[in-house]
Structure formats: C-alpha cells, structure tokens
C-alpha cells in the first residue's frame, strides 16, 4: 500500500513523531535528578540538530554521547542561568512592589534584561552541543548569533514560551496533568526540533545549503 511506502509524507511524519517522542523521553529521565537538565538539554539538541540533517541513526546513543561529553559544560551554563534567573526575578518582584516614581522605568528595564537574558538561554544549550569550547564563550558566541537575527531570535523564544505560558495558565485546570505529561513527551523534544530547524542554518549555514542541495537533487 502506498501509505506504508517508506518515502511518503505520512511514513516521514510518524517516523520523526517517533523520534521526537523517543528524544522527549530520554530528556524526561534524565532530567529528573534537576542538575542534570543543563546536559540533557544539550543532548537533546545534540540529537535533534542532526534529525534536521536528516541523520536519525543511533537517537539513543548520539543522547547518551553528548549527554556524558557536555555534562560539565551544560550543567555550568545550567547553574548560570538559574542563578541569573532567579536573579531577574527577584529584581522584577522588588520593582513591581516598590511605590516609587519611577516603578515603570524599572519594570522595563528588568524585562528588557529579561528578553536578553531568554534569547542567550534558548540559543545556549543548543550551541554547547554543536559547537566546541568553553561553556560561557559558547555562551557568548551563541548570544551573538542571536543578537544578529532578531526576528528569528523572537520566533525561538515565543516558541519556547508559549507552551511554559500555557502550563502555568492551566495550572488549576483539571487537565493540568495530561496537558503537562503531553508537553513532557511530546512538547519538549518537538520545540527542540522546530528550533533546530532554525539553529542549524544559524549554526552551520555552509552546512545547510549543502545538504539543502543534496535534497533538491
């Protein structure tokens, strides 16, 4: 039957769903003991920037790979970002609840630091898997990359966002649960992905228009 023909769109699709779910699994568990979602993190993007390039051999022992070559790398900038979060946060709770004149002034600019600080951390771990390095000049590198395409840079972070957004809306909903294990399984690995599909023409452009060649050929 034509459908289950290896080379349709359908056969495409539910093998990379498969894949992704795959993917979403192994960054669940691995993610539970906290310190390690820095590296698994990393590895997930490790696997799905080369699904972009359509190299899905092995998802499990690419995972593995990277999650044990980046552990120390990822679980820094990991550290880092947690550390500067909760650092923004503290400052934006202080300014929303200070009665100052210049309350807005403040607001804005702790958000601002905010947007700053959402585009180095969706670009971060995706660039300590691809590129080699120290993890804060990974960090930097990528942060610049992000600074030069704002347009694409807003696309990542809405994508990111939004599904933590409608999470934290839902949070009394009576399908909480079911919203939080799809995004769990599904939802993570899928925004990885479709990050990826950006971050690898970011990351490796040569590389892309090359492959994007191949495919056309």
Request: hydrophobic letters at 55%; proline letters at 2%.
């Amino acid at each position: 039957m034509k459908f289950l023909q290896q080379d349709t769109f359908l056969t495409k699709f539910l093998a990379r769903l498969i894949d992704i779910v795959i993917v979403s699994a192994l960054w669940l568990l691995c993610s539970i003991p906290v310190i390690t979602i820095g590296a698994s993190t990393t590895a997930m993007y490790d696997v799905t920037l080369h699904m972009v390039f359509d190299d899905t051999s092995g998802i499990v022992h690419t995972f593995f790979t990277s999650f044990r070559k980046n552990f120390g790398r990822a679980t820094a900038g990991f550290l880092f970002f947690i550390a500067s979060g909760l650092f923004l946060a503290a400052d934006l709770w202080s300014a929303v609840n200070w009665d100052t004149p210049f309350r807005m002034v403040l607001i804005f600019m702790i958000l601002a630091a905010s947007w700053f600080w959402m585009a180095a951390f969706t670009h971060a771990f995706a660039g300590l898997a691809w590129f080699e390095g120290k993890p804060f000049a990974v960090i930097r590198m990528t942060f610049l990359m992000a600074m030069r395409n704002g347009v694409y840079t807003m696309f990542i972070i809405i994508l990111n966002a939004l599904p933590i957004v409608f999470l934290v809306k839902n949070f009394t909903s009576g399908s909480f649960g079911q919203f939080l294990i799809t995004y769990l399984l599904v939802g993570s690995g899928t925004v990885a992905y479709l990050s990826s599909l950006h971050l690898a023409r970011l990351f490796a452009p040569e590389k892309m228009e090359e492959f994007m060649k191949d495919k056309e050929e």
